[in-house]
């Protein structure tokens, strides 16, 4: 499975991004897919996950209430939307694909990893 992470950008504080995963094989569609972001210095952290049907989302609890996760399994990707944001959000991020149906936070539950897409966000 290839993922290929889009939409990220620079935007000031309370502005809004929306990050596209689009996974290369269907293979996907049974799989939890996971948003994860690295800032410089910093180890990479857990942003938010969605389960192979679309019916379980986790989020960090920064990020609750302000990012949305989504799904399209006809379009196999996977969707990200950022709202309100803030300079602590300034990183680059990644859509990485689970192991499992259901998956949150665990890093090491993730076996497929995008590229990465960079965002900025200036006060």
């Known amino acids: 499975v290839q993922l290929q992470a889009s939409g990220g950008g620079s935007v000031q504080a309370g502005g809004s991004l929306r990050l596209s995963c689009a996974a290369s094989r269907r293979t996907s569609r049974n799989n939890a897919v996971g948003w994860f972001r690295q800032a410089p210095g910093k180890e990479r952290e857990f942003v938010s996950s969605?389960?192979?049907?679309?019916?379980?989302?986790i989020y960090a609890d920064d990020v609750r209430g302000r990012f949305t996760i989504s799904r399209d399994n006809a379009k196999d990707t996977v969707s990200l939307q950022m709202n309100s944001l803030k300079p602590e959000d300034t990183a680059v991020y990644y859509c990485?694909?689970?192991?499992?149906?259901?998956?949150?936070?665990?890093?090491?539950?993730?076996?497929?990893w995008g590229q990465g897409t960079e965002v900025t966000v200036s006060s």
């Open positions: 969605i389960s192979w049907r679309g019916d379980t989302t």
């Open positions: 990485a694909v689970s192991r499992y149906s259901y998956s949150g936070r665990d890093l090491s539950n993730y076996q497929y």
